[in-house]
């Protein structure tokens, strides 16, 4: 009969309280993200609370647009008691330049796009079409 402490859980249970899927889970335990758990005689998973806090943790940094890489970094730089909130700091406004540097391009893009809308008539023959012919033009960036 396996017996488990009232605080170990199924990698179910895990997923849920986590808020992924339990493939999602897998995936982070093959790539190191997560501890290997303990195992039951039964041969099933079991987790603990901070394995789920970790995983949240993990998500949160994933939703922010934090690569696995970065958020290697991150877990890494969290146990590191002496420089670990500078570096994470550090990460974090790395993170933000990113993101701020995609927004840039996304407005002009949209910019670009908006000046294509506002050309077309919206009917007519195809080849006159001022964004068929933007899209093809070589000229164009």
Known sequence: MDTKPASAMTIGALARAAGVGIDTVRFYE???LLPPPTRRASGYREYTPATASRLRFIRRAKELGFSLDEIRDLLALSADRERGVQGVRQ???ARL??????LRELRRVQRGLQRLIDTCPGHGPLDTCPILAALGDPEMP
Request: no cysteine.
């Open 97 to 102: 330049a990113e993101v701020e540097r995609r």
């Open 91 to 93: 990460r974090a406004e």
């Open 30 to 32: 093959r790539e190191g």
